[in-house]
């Protein structure tokens, strides 16, 4: 099945500073989504991009679906930024499966 | 709309215990997946439904879990007899079409079997 894997596994910034985290993927993909859990455990929608670049506020996302990666910027990072990152995609080929299969996460502490 | 709405939001049960997951989609919403949360194997589909009909239940991890859609608002997860190793956190998630649009999460029902 298509692999999917995120780096950095963790990551801790100060207040303010920037960061990407990468997602790579295995095979070519219809959907592709980038969610936050927040420390209470709820899976935040960021993205939906299986190509292009979006952008919502002080996050943006670019997928080059054809290098088989996206990226997630995060600028000016908060407090309220840390949680885990997860990429999520959903395979390209062989008819619609409608299964998203998750990335490892990429851990954020984001310290004051 | 409200979102995805499970119940309950934390479950504590006995081994050997039935246990009951509840899920109410987005309204409108016409696939509807459950996920498994857990520290060893991140997170993993179970099974999911098209128009009230499971389409694949590959993931479903053995004969004790079932699932069942019996309208377009509703669907459960049961575990019989729940063991402690079912201890996880398990997300409903409905979705419109199904591909190329994006799937809406639940907050999750945390689920400890002791």
């Known amino acids: 099945g298509i692999q999917v894997e995120q780096s950095p596994p963790d990551l801790i910034l100060q207040e303010g500073a920037n960061s990407t985290l990468r997602c790579n993927f295995s095979d070519s993909v219809n959907n592709l989504q980038w969610f936050h859990q927040n420390p209470w455990g709820q899976l935040i929608n960021l993205f939906y991009i299986p190509s292009g670049t979006k952008q919502n506020g002080r996050l943006s996302a670019t997928t080059v679906a054809t290098e088989r990666y996206s990226l997630l910027y995060i600028s000016s990072s908060q407090t309220t930024d840390s949680g885990v990152y997860f990429c999520?995609?959903?395979?390209?080929?062989?008819?619609?499966?409608?299964?998203?299969?998750f990335g490892t996460g990429t851990l954020l502490a984001v310290q004051p | 709309d409200a979102g995805v709405i499970q119940s309950p939001r934390h479950e504590v049960t006995e081994m050997g215990q039935e246990v009951t997951l509840r899920c109410k989609p987005i309204s409108g919403h016409d696939y509807l997946f459950w996920y498994r949360q857990t520290m060893m194997r991140g997170l993993e589909l179970l099974i999911y439904?098209?128009?009230?009909?499971?389409?694949?239940d590959s993931g479903m991890p053995e004969d004790r879990f079932s699932a069942k859609m019996p309208n377009a608002s509703f669907s459960t997860l049961k575990i019989q007899p729940s063991e402690p190793r079912d201890s996880a956190v398990y997300f409903c998630?409905?979705?419109?079409?199904?591909?190329?649009?994006?799937?809406?999460f639940g907050q999750g029902t945390r689920l400890t079997v002791v």
């Open positions: 998630a409905s979705s419109l079409r199904g591909t190329n649009t994006e799937a809406f």
């Open positions: 999520a995609v959903e395979r390209g080929y062989g008819g619609a499966t409608n299964k998203l299969i």
């Open positions: 439904f098209n128009n009230n009909v499971p389409i694949d």
